[in-house]
């Protein structure tokens, strides 16, 4: 059976020890964990955590029903799929030679990204999008030198039905 | 009225019906423990916190209350977590109160500090560190109602002592609110339509009941099940005691050491229903050839059970007991009689396997250990509670002793925790005073918590010990034997104490026998003694528990006597 990445958005207590108890879920059960967001929402009592995580069929059948058993999960969904908004965020300090500015600000254009910070040598650039623009991205600025960069997991709400 | 947090917990531990706790003081629970010698609770002073939580466990699993045990902060709280994983695997409703130190302590490697709710994450159903004084109650009431409700499981709730001493206005009888919580007792009865046209299509059906049956308190409605529709009903360990075990339909324990026609009808099948059971690898061996000729219709309260190991047809999320009880409401429409010429050519052939393999052992010279269990169901009736400890006799336990009821087989069946038995045998004697409570162990896995029998002595527990001294961890000696090539690595265990002048040392009687003619009068008399009592059998050191399937192989792969 394939794996395939599944993005799971649960609604948690926002209490101290609960992605302890979420994240352990996954470690002790070997689920894998490709990215982690969490923060709170509107409700200060309630927190949204979205993992990304590969697996096949069953194990994300399993995956969902041993996060739904945990008794701060209060809502589970998968994300997975077009009925979804999904969106990353990327901060990249990127070497800009006089040389590659130029071409560094037409990236930047053209995938709608900001330039947050500048110095002599470098721009530090702020990018949003899907998980493949944002690849796309990082491997178009490679070429110049990526210093550092810091990237967020992906995020995802259920678009309203019409 | 305004209490303070040790009081509140005595208030909700008698809202909640607790009259006996297992424990073990320490710093952390002086205030606890100063309380409750003020109570009508009555507190069971073990001697060793792994052993307090057993002792609750046992309780549980005879009375089917949530059983309570209170342990201190650290090493306290660390020597309960075996009991607390324990409880957990098999399922069994535990409320365990662990002190803590003072809430500006944590995090400082206080004295005696152990960060208890991050250690037992993993093995509890739900733990908590309560924050404050006013949220005690509600942390209380809702340990009770989750330890209990839905599949069950040991919560643990850790005080910390100024938790204990603070005070705040307490409002008896607080109702729980959970929005997150909400165990699915109800089946789906579309899907219970399914079964029952399954059931009422096979020609070779087999029930498959596990430790949910009897946790559910569904083992009358199994019984009408499987009675009515004609359906032999093979268990899980878990399981033993949720179907008769000498009604004809019975077909013994199924998996690593199940009867061979456990394992044959299993894997000849063509409708196997799981209730209550979660499809562990100690049942199925080989998952690819496990029941592969049937349709699996798997019954369990909890999700996660379902689908987990084996592929199911027809999965039904709900409560064992009301499942069964549905399900027999729908048969009772059907035409039952017709059953009885459909199912008999199987039935002839689970008969035939039972005729050709029994459950079997060889006399010899020396005692053999499953002549020991034998006699021991035939004096005792089946009337005894047996506990076990884990391993070869736990084993034999299962096979050679009958259980007709739900509730007199108590033992560590998922963790499989060498030395459970005598503090389980404990908790249960405190449940039934009057009940003949019986300890089947191994001279291994008795060392493990010896010290109990102090315990059992001081509270004039009558509890009996019967040791099948092999005088080797026999289990893995076996495996050594059977895989190893006999090269018997530290299993060998010949400096034992001598376990008749060890009873003797706690105030209880020892007795021993050596020989096979000496097995009735030793059991005779250590039964009939009033007090506690180890009985020392020294039996044939190397005798194996068969059938036996290797671990990975299919389970109708036996190696048999």
Same mark, same amino acid.
């Given at each position: ?49 979205? /993992? ?13 029903k041993?996060?739904r058993k945990?008794i ?19 901060? /990249? ?38 998980? &493949? ?30 | ?26 710093? %952390?629970?002086?205030? /606890? ?11 069971? !002073? ?8 057993? %002792?609750?466990?046992?309780?549980a699993r005879?009375t089917g209350k949530v ?20 409880a957990y695997?098999d399922s069994i409703p535990l409320? +365990? ?28 159903k739900h ?17 009770f109602h989750i330890a209990r409700s839905g599949r069950p499981g040991p919560v ?20 729980v609110?959970l929005?997150s919580y909400n165990p699915t007792y109800k089946p789906n009865s579309k899907q219970l339509r399914k079964v029952v &046209?399954?059931i ?7 029930i498959f009941a596990g430790g949910g049956v009897i946790l559910s308190k569904g083992a009358e409605e199994l019984t009408r099940l499987a009675?009515?529709?004609? +359906?032999?009903v093979?268990m899980s360990?878990m399981g033993?005691g949720a179907f008769?075990?000498? &009604? ?5 324990? +199924? ?5 061979? $026609? ?11 229903i799981g209730i209550g059971v979660r499809f &562990? ?15 699996i219709v798997h019954i369990d309260i909890d999700p996660t059970s379902i689908r987990k190991?084996?592929?199911v047809?027809i999965p039904v999320v709900g409560d064992c007991k009301t499942t069964l009880e549905v399900i027999n409401s729908f048969l009772a ?73 739900p509730g ?73 034997? !059977? ?27 020892? !007795? ?12 005779? $008399? ?7 009592? +180890?009985?020392?059998? $020294? ?23």
């Open positions: 059976m394939t794996e395939e990445k599944h993005i799971l958005t649960m609604l948690v207590d926002n209490e101290p020890g609960v992605l302890s108890r979420i994240v352990g879920l996954f470690s002790g059960r070997g689920f894998n964990i490709e990215s982690l967001c969490v923060a709170e929402t509107i409700d200060p009592h309630v927190s949204r955590i979205t /993992i990304v995580t590969k697996a096949n069929e069953p194990l994300v059948e399993q995956i969902e041993q996060l945990l701060n999960v209060i809502k589970l969904r998968d994300l997975t799929g077009s009925g979804s908004v999904q969106r990353e965020m990327a901060l /990249i300090c990127v070497r800009a030679k006089p040389e590659n500015r130029d071409e560094i600000l037409r990236i930047v254009d053209i995938f709608r990204c900001k330039v947050v910070d500048v110095g002599p040598e470098y721009y530090i650039i702020e990018a949003t999008g899907t998980a &493949d623009k944002m690849k796309a991205l990082v491997n178009l600025l490679k070429p110049m030198g990526i210093k550092k960069i810091a990237r967020t997991g992906t995020i995802a709400l259920f678009r309203e039905p019409h | 009225m305004k209490l303070t947090g040790a009081q509140i917990l005595m208030e909700v531990l008698k809202e909640e019906g607790v009259d006996s706790i297992f424990g073990f003081p320490g710093g %952390a629970t002086i205030d /606890i423990h100063d309380h409750l010698e003020r109570t009508d609770i009555r507190h069971y !002073l073990v001697r060793h916190e792994q052993g307090a939580v057993h %002792a609750a466990d046992g309780f005879v059983g309570v045990a209170l342990v201190t902060s650290g090493p306290g709280a660390t020597n309960a977590v075996t009991g607390i994983a324990t695997m409320v +365990i109160i662990s002190g803590q130190v003072p809430t500006h302590l944590i995090g400082n490697d206080a004295f005696q500090e152990v960060d208890i709710v991050g250690i037992t994450r993993p093995c509890t733990n908590y560190l309560v924050p404050s004084v006013e949220e005690l109650p509600r942390i209380l009431k809702e340990a643990l709730v850790d005080i910390p002592k100024n938790v204990q001493q603070g005070t705040t206005n307490f409002k008896p009888k607080q109702k609110k929005k &046209d399954l009422m299509a096979a020609k070779r059906p087999v009675r009515s529709a004609r +359906i032999p093979t360990l033993l008769p075990g000498s &009604d004809p339909l019975s077909l013994g324990m +199924i998996g690593m050491h199940g009867t061979y $026609r456990a394992n044959m009808s299993t894997s000849e099948c063509d409708l196997l &562990d690898d100690r049942v199925t061996g080989k998952t690819d050839s496990f029941a592969s000729q049937a349709e190991n084996v592929p047809s429409e059907e035409d039952l009689d017709k059953l009885t010429d459909s199912r008999g050519p199987w039935l002839d052939q689970i008969e035939q396997w039972k005729q050709n393999y029994k459950l079997a052992y060889i006399q010899e010279a020396e005692i053999k250990p499953q002549y020991v269990v034998e006699k021991l169901y035939e004096l005792t009736r089946g009337d005894a509670i047996i506990t076990t400890e884990v391993g070869q006799n736990q084993m034999w336990a299962a096979q050679f002793y009958h259980f007709d009821r007199y087989f108590v033992t560590s069946g998922g963790l499989g925790t060498m030395g459970f038995g005598l503090p389980a045998a404990i908790g249960a004697q405190v449940a039934f005073p009057d009940a003949l409570v019986v300890d089947v162990a191994g001279d291994g896995s008795i060392q493990m918590n010896i010290q109990e029998m102090a315990t059992a002595v001081q509270y004039k527990l009558p509890v009996k010990v019967v040791i099948l001294n092999n005088c080797y961890l026999g289990m893995v000696r076996q495996w050594q034997e !059977l895989f190893y090539e006999k090269r018997y690595a530290c299993t060998c265990m010949d400096h034992a104490p001598d376990f008749v002048k060890l009873a003797e040392a706690f105030g209880a009687v020892g !007795l021993r026998a050596t020989r096979p003619d000496e097995v009735e009068t030793v059991l005779r $008399r250590g039964l009939e003694t009033p007090g506690p009592v +180890i009985m020392d059998f $020294r039996v044939a050191k190397e005798e194996c528990v068969y059938p036996m399937v290797p671990a990975g192989a299919p389970i109708t792969e036996m190696l048999l006597v």
